[in-house]
């Protein structure tokens, strides 16, 4: 069974520009989450979806941050326009059961913003 | 208020030896808690949780961890460490926002480093 998978795994823009974000969840696996950790920091929740559903967009940092997940399978992160601030690493994962907490991750998306 | 702290940045250990890697938590109601391991270049992967039952949990990869309410503790244990041991550990905390919804608070990770 494949895992989750995020592509790029680095990606190193300007600020000013825009970087998106990709998530590929396991099959089957309704909630996916996105998770953010900047260098020296917690690693910090930025949203779930519960299928398509936004279930909680509580963590976004601001405007600058959208996520997608049409047809409830794959999901998008976009940042636009990346801000220095937003360099870190970037992570999603996802489970079958939101209530256990026991999530499975990718290896998440290191973004470097100039 | 809701936090997870990690007290050692770095734990150093000799191969055979025991570990601990210390986690230490703070919330109102009953705790949910877990220690996720990040190898180099990979994901983070479960290890173990805490949601209520027997103090001492069990885990993948041979490690256990104690769960303590007096000391508002989860402290990660392994008997005998190994060299593949060494990784990132974080240890997190399951909370509720507004509407019922869950979210991991994290801590900010210890490095363990084992030595052959």
């Known amino acids: 069974e494949a895992g989750v998978t995020q592509f790029p795994s680095h990606s190193v823009i300007e600020k000013g520009q825009t970087v998106t974000l990709r998530c590929d969840p396991i099959s089957g696996h309704d909630n996916l989450y996105w998770y953010r950790r900047v260098m020296g920091k917690e690693i910090k929740f930025l949203l779930h979806f519960v299928k398509e559903s936004k279930q909680d967009e509580s963590g976004m940092p601001n405007n600058r941050f959208l996520a997608e997940r049409t047809g409830g399978t794959y999901s998008t992160l976009k940042v636009q326009p990346a801000e220095l601030e937003d360099s870190g690493v970037y992570f999603c994962?996802?489970?079958?059961?939101?209530?256990?907490?026991?999530?499975?991750f990718g290896e998440g998306s290191r973004l470097t913003v100039l | 208020a809701q936090s997870v702290a990690q007290p050692e940045d770095q734990v150093n250990v000799a191969e055979g030896n025991p570990l601990t890697v210390k986690c230490t938590y703070s919330?109102?109601?009953?705790?949910?808690l877990f220690w996720y391991v990040q190898y180099p270049n990979r994901g983070l992967q479960f290890l173990l949780k805490?949601?209520?039952?027997d103090n001492l949990v069990k885990g993948s990869y041979g490690f256990e961890a104690e769960f303590n309410k007096s000391q508002t503790s989860f402290h990660l244990k392994k008997p005998s460490a190994l060299v593949s041991d060494s990784a990132l550990y974080f240890c997190?905390?399951?909370?509720?926002?507004?509407?019922?919804?869950?979210?991991?608070?994290w801590g900010l990770g210890t490095s363990l480093a084992v030595n052959p």
């Open positions: 994962a996802s489970s079958q059961d939101r209530y256990t907490g026991e999530l499975f």
């Open positions: 805490y949601i209520t039952g």
């Open positions: 919330v109102s109601g009953n705790p949910y």
């Open positions: 997190a905390l399951r909370v509720f926002n507004a509407g019922n919804n869950r979210k991991l608070i």
